[in-house]
């Protein structure tokens, strides 16, 4: 079973709705990882090179709950 196949509709839409969101928000750190790697020959694509698209691959994975939890915030009421 995939996924999408346990999603609903609403959630599925939502899902779509967030890789977009993902996608724009990482679009220069996954430019820069590909950057790296066209950059790196095969004797050094570890090491120094792994290091960075790690770093980058966090960074994406940071963006990524971000977008879902700026999604998920609801408004709050005033100290009464």
């Known amino acids: 079973m995939t996924m999408k196949e346990s999603l609903s509709d609403a959630q599925e839409a939502q ?7 993902i ?6 750190d ?3 990882m ?3 790697l066209v950059a790196t020959d095969n004797a050094s ?3 120094d090179t792994e290091f960075t698209v790690r770093a980058l691959s966090h960074r994406i994975v940071a963006k990524a709950y971000r977008q879902q939890l ?3 915030k609801t408004a709050t009421k005033e100290p009464a």
């Open 15 to 21: 899902a779509q709705k967030l890789a977009q969101a």
């Open 34 to 36: 590909a950057r790296t």
């Open 30 to 32: 996954i430019l820069d």
């Open 70 to 72: 700026d999604s998920k």
């Open 45 to 47: 694509l570890f090491g």
């Open 23 to 28: 996608a724009q928000a990482s679009y220069d």
